[in-house]
């Protein structure tokens, strides 16, 4: 089956700064892949997702970037704010009824 | 859009009480839901995936017999702790995947914290 894994665990960075988190999976077959951020004691939210038919996305202060030959798609949180301090979670779909999650990294913004 | 709802959102019992937990799409049909267990600072383990009219699908290492499930409508799918234990607490969050949807973007409910003396 699928397995995804994530870097770092923690990650701690100074408000304005960048932080970029990274995954990789195993399945070739995966084609979808979500990352969601995850408040103490809170459900975890979608933030952004990429299919395995484009290579990079953006939203605002976010992106995601997907390299399919190398399997492994990385998230990048531009001029951090204090309020992106949570635990992201990358994921990784092959098919079908089967998401795999990532560890998480724990994300520390200093204001 | 996508709103999952869960009840209740913890509870406590006692060792060999059984609990049920119940995971609503609020605004959308749902044919699979998805049952995920998450112990503290620590990432979601899926336990097994429900669809609508049909057993679900345990994971390896997930006792059927301990956590029913059951998705009786494209809104509601039950996970049943029976016989619950100590080992048994923990952070419980079903998600749900809108019928139809070529894609397959989740959509988590708050969760439920069970803890089990």
């Known amino acids: 089956g699928e397995n995804v894994e994530q870097h770092p665990s923690t990650l701690s960075v100074q408000e304005g700064d960048s932080a970029v988190i990274k995954c990789t999976y195993s399945?070739?077959?995966?084609?979808?892949f979500p990352w969601y951020k995850q408040e103490l004691g809170k459900r975890p939210q979608l933030i952004i997702d990429i299919r395995s038919n484009v290579g990079e996305k953006k939203d605002q202060r976010i992106a995601v970037t997907l390299n399919k030959t190398a399997k492994h798609f990385s998230l990048h949180i531009t001029e951090t704010q204090p309020e992106d301090s949570a635990v992201y979670f990358c994921?990784?779909?092959?098919?079908?009824?089967?998401?795999?999650f990532g560890a998480g990294t724990r994300l520390t913004v200093k204001p | 859009g996508a709103v999952v709802s869960q009840h209740p959102s913890r509870v406590i019992c006692k060792s060999g009480t059984s609990v049920k937990i119940e995971c609503r799409s609020l605004d959308f049909q749902a044919t699979t839901m998805f049952w995920y267990r998450q112990f503290p600072k620590k990432s979601l383990m899926l336990m097994a995936t429900s669809n609508e009219g049909s057993k679900a699908t345990y994971e390896q290492g997930v006792e059927k017999d301990k956590f029913l499930i059951n998705h009786a409508s494209l809104t509601l799918s039950t996970l049943t702790v029976t016989s619950a234990h100590p080992e048994d607490s923990s952070f419980y969050i079903c998600?749900?995947?809108?019928?139809?949807?070529?894609?397959?973007?989740?959509?988590f409910g708050p969760g439920t914290r069970l803890l089990v003396l």
């Open positions: 399945d070739s077959a995966s084609n979808y």
């Open positions: 994921a990784a779909s092959p098919r079908n009824n089967d998401m795999r």
């Open positions: 998600s749900a995947r809108l019928a139809g949807s070529v894609w397959e973007t989740q959509y």
